[in-house]
């Protein structure tokens, strides 16, 4: 069965560290996502992708970054992990076109000392 | 800018009975709403979407509803089970295929 999946599940890291939280899907979905959720906030969009080569910024997108170099992946890395970006991490695809559901991952707990 | 909002953020009924669970957003101009549900500890599932063209969606015992001009939808869960307790998110699908999340109503049904 297709599925969408993230590693690691859970992470503690230390501050100013890079990390990069892994996501693979193998529904063949052009569009990807990346939230983090906290308490307070909710769900909060922070990168997405509509295809290969293509990255765009959401609401949360500071010292976060994507790259795609293929449909299957979407790596978001943390370039210098900072306390505040302790979080719960969710990557979510959907089907080429617009406004299509999303299908979310199991999600990565990170923790930054 | 879009703001959803779901009242109450908690629940608690006994089991058999219905649940009703509210969302409510600020703009109107919406392509679609889709429920969640979220366990402890875990990812989000889908449960339903509703196109901006449709009034309601069903799925087994999961209605919800969507009145746009209003800003509103509600999902039904009928005869409430132990295993639907859960948190409940709706999220608002705008422009460029972006979901804004409402904070969730966590349900304990009792039995």
């Known amino acids: 069965d297709a599925e969408i999946t993230q590693s690691p599940r859970h992470k503690i890291t230390e501050t100013g560290r890079q990390v990069t939280l892994a996501c693979h899907q193998t529904w063949n979905h052009n569009n990807m996502f990346w939230y983090r ?47 505040s970006q302790t979080s719960v991490y969710f990557c979510a695809s959907s089907r080429t076109g ?4 999303q299908f979310f991952g199991p999600g990565t707990r990170l ?3 | 800018k879009q703001e959803v909002t779901q009242i109450p953020a908690a629940l608690s009924v006994p089991e058999g009975e219905n649940l009703v669970l509210n969302c409510s957003f600020t703009d109107s101009a919406i392509y679609n709403l889709q429920w969640f549900r979220q366990d402890p500890g875990k990812g ?3 449960l339903l ?15 919800a509803s969507l009145d746009k001009s209003s800003g ?11 295993g639907d307790s859960a948190t409940y998110l709706c999220a608002v699908q705008a422009a460029g295929n972006k979901l804004t ?3 969730g109503t966590r349900v304990l049904v009792k039995p």
């Open chain 2, 72 to 82: 509103r939808s509600t999902l039904y869960i009928a005869a409430s089970q132990p």
């Open chain 2, 101 to 103: 999340f409402g904070g």
């Open chain 2, 44 to 46: 989000l599932t889908s």
């Open chain 1, 98 to 101: 617009t406004y299509n559901e």
């Open chain 2, 49 to 63: 979407l509703i196109q901006s063209s449709q009034r309601e969606q069903t799925s087994g015992r999961l209605n």
């Open chain 1, 37 to 83: 959720q906290d308490l307070g906030h909710g769900l909060r969009l922070i990168h997405y992708s509509y295809g290969v080569q293509d990255t765009n910024k959401g609401e949360v997108s500071d010292g976060y970054s994507v790259s795609r170099s293929n449909t299957e992946d979407l790596p978001l890395t943390l370039e210098s992990a900072a306390s």
């Open chain 1, 111 to 113: 923790t930054v000392l």
